[in-house]
Nanobody, 120 residues
């Protein structure tokens, strides 16, 4: 059993900052990558940022230079610092982990989602 617990969403004015945190727990053997996706009303879920166990990162073009993802491997935690937020960043943000448990190889797990609202 694996759980992803997210925190850090909220309401902020345009130009402001938020930091999202997600911790994975359970019968985890290894984590391949962790990341954040988001889904705005009426839109498909999209990748925001992802970081591998070796530290390689990739970002959506829309957030490059504004968001920064980092990871604490020892704590199975991923953080995402979001700066210069825009109203178009408003969405539910979901934590994702690609990991292997002691029973299953390479499966995707999702957090429950945290709302980020940016007012203009």
């Amino acid at each position: 059993q694996v759980q992803l617990v997210e925190s850090g969403g909220g309401l902020v004015q345009a130009g402001g900052s938020l930091r999202l945190s997600c911790t994975a727990s359970g019968s985890i053997r290894s984590i391949i990558a962790m990341g954040w996706y988001r889904q705005a009303p009426g839109k498909q879920r999209e990748l925001v940022a992802r970081i591998t166990s070796s530290g390689s990162t990739n970002y959506a073009d829309s957030v490059k230079g504004r968001f920064a993802i980092s990871r604490d491997n020892a704590k199975n935690t991923v953080l995402m610092q979001m700066n210069s937020l825009k109203p178009e960043d408003t969405a539910v943000y979901y934590c994702n982990a690609e990991l292997s448990t002691w029973a299953i190889n390479k499966q995707n797990y999702w957090g429950q989602g945290t709302q980020v609202t940016v007012s203009s």
